[in-house]
Structure formats: C-alpha cells, structure tokens
C-alpha cells in the first residue's frame, strides 16, 4: 500500500509555553479526528509528531490514523531549526519507503512546519542538504505563528511560507481545520493517482497570510529576542518550571510622564509560568553562551507553578532560579547550598541566566 506520510515538525521552544502549546496540543488530537472520518485520508494518511526546541525528537514515528493516540507535547530551550531540520531529513530517509523497480514507494510526504521564532542555530548546512536533496520530493508548509519566525530562512526551505494571526479569534480552531483541509485534498488527488504538489486549502480571511518574498537574511544571534524565558526549580518538589516574560513593545498607555519614561526602557513583563517535566533537560541545549536580563527589566513575579510559593522568581548565587515563601535561609534545588534570602533592593538589578527562546 502506498503511503501518504505527514510530518508535523512542532517548535516546542520556551516561547511556545502556555496557551499556544495547549491549543497544539488539543489541534493535533481534532485534525485526528477530522481526517478519521474522511475515507481517502483515512486510507492513505499516515502521522508523525516531531518536536523541536534545542534538539529534536521523534514523539511519534509515522502511524496509521486508526492507530495514532494525540501525544502530549514537551517543552525545552531554544528553536534549534537546523537540528530539526537534520533530524526530519534522517527520518523521512529512514521511514518513508522510496518507490523500487518491483514496487511503488510511498506518496510525496508532506511536512507543516509551525514555528513561531528565530533559529538559535546555524541552519545553512541543513538549509543546503534540505534544498539538495529534498525541497523536490518532499512538500514543505512552513507556518510562521503569530509572524515571530524568520521568515527570511523559511523561504529557503519552501515556497510555502505563510503567516498564521494567532491573535484572530477561534484561531487554532481555524488553523487546525485549514491543516485537516489541505490533508484531505492531497489524499483525493493521491487516490486519484497524482502525486503532485501540496494545494493548500484556502485559509479564511485575517486568518493567514502567505509570505511572498522575504528580505535579507536577519543576522544570526543566538537568541529569540521577543522573550525572557527563565528556568526555575521548586524548592519543595525539586520539579523544573519555565518562566516566561514577553518584551514589552511600544509604550506603556500611562497619563503619568515620569513613569511613561521609566516603562520606556527595554523591560519585559511576566506572561507566565507553568510547571514542566524533567524531559525539558532532553530537549534543551547545554548552552554555552551567557545570555543575560537585569532582573531590573523585569515586571511582574510569578508564584512557583508547583507548590504556589510567593516568589517564583529567587535566585541563588549559584545562578539557578527557585521558589521562596518569603524571607529566611533555603537550600537551593540546583546546587544544594543553603543561604539567607531576602528581597533585592529597589535599583539593585543582579543578572539572572535566560533561556534561549
Ligand atoms: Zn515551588
Ligand atoms: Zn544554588
């Protein structure tokens, strides 16, 4: 039987935490069950789940919709692009059966690649073998969510670049059903024998927009500057959490002049913080870079996700990031060492060790 594989290569990177990564989640589980009750999808679709942050991961090898449980997917640090993009290519070499004198391979794959920031790796090893080898046998969907991607280094990839308004209302809801459409149309025209290019289902209106051309290449930073995201542990549990603080564009609305010009500084305000698992270690990058806030950018103080303690935000002189209940001596989760915390001084900015986005 031939095969029509599709990829979902997921960016599952710290800027991804909270409600995006839920709706992913539970838009993965409805394009299931979409494409079960369609009799040619159902035929011929088979799903894989890839997920990306520092490093990448198979969290579900191709598998028949009948088959296919909705996984839940993990969070780790950075958008580590060329990794994923490495690892999608070694797995379509592996899983997807090339067509042999005595036997027709699988259909032409499909890929969507949703991703919502700038690579924190060198992608132009990947970018070369990708359009090499692949770009021609292989239907790349490139989806910039909520345009935080790099767009210039996804119309490397593909043609197909679009950006998704993840702010419109019912947007996942949308965007799932756009992806089930396009599915459903490419497993008509495989049954019908062509084997062709992906036409993708026509998105609604505000909903996406095709990215024509892109600009120049945006300079390789290392860092996805549009979040801090820090790593904190719970004191109690031990457990890691992932704080997220979004950066703060534009001025804050305030009749007060003063504080207008102090909110005008480069500052970043608390969006959330959720518990996550330990697997958040086998998907992150060791980093080697430093990259640092002031803890004076910061506004806002999350309650530690696990066990509710007040201040989410303690940092030990060991660098690592813990929950606090108040005032007193603790014993850090990362280095073991106990100290007497108190609250830092207005002004007193320390540098606090930052995910890579
Ligand atoms: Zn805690
Ligand atoms: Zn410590």
Partial sequence: M???PIFLMVDVSESMVGENLYKLEEGIGAVVSTLR???YALETAYLSVIVFAGKAKTIIPLTELIAFHPPELPVGGGTALGAAL????????????S???DRKGDWRPIVFLLTDGAPTDDVSRAVERWNRSYRSRVNLVAVSIGGGADHGVLKRLTEEVMVFNDAAPDAFARFI??????IQSQSRSVSAG???????AKPEDGLMAPVEKAGGLAPFSGIDDRFAVFVGKCAKTRLPYVVKFERHLGRFDTRDPALAKLLET????LNTAVPVKNSYFDLTQSSDAAHAVSSDQLIGQPTCPHCAAQFGMAVCRCGGIHCLEGEGERTCPWCGNS???GSSAAGAGFDIGRGRG
């Fill in 2 to 4: 031939r095969r029509l």
């Fill in 99 to 101: 067509s042999t004198p």
């Fill in 266 to 269: 480069r500052s970043y305000v």
């Fill in 194 to 200: 062509q084997d062709g290019k992906l036409s993708l």
């Fill in 86 to 97: 490495e690892h999608l290519m070694n797995d379509i070499d592996r899983t997807v059966h």
């Fill in 177 to 182: 059903r756009w992806i089930s459409m396009s």
């Fill in 37 to 39: 009750k369609d009799p």
């Fill in 339 to 341: 100290g007497v915390y």
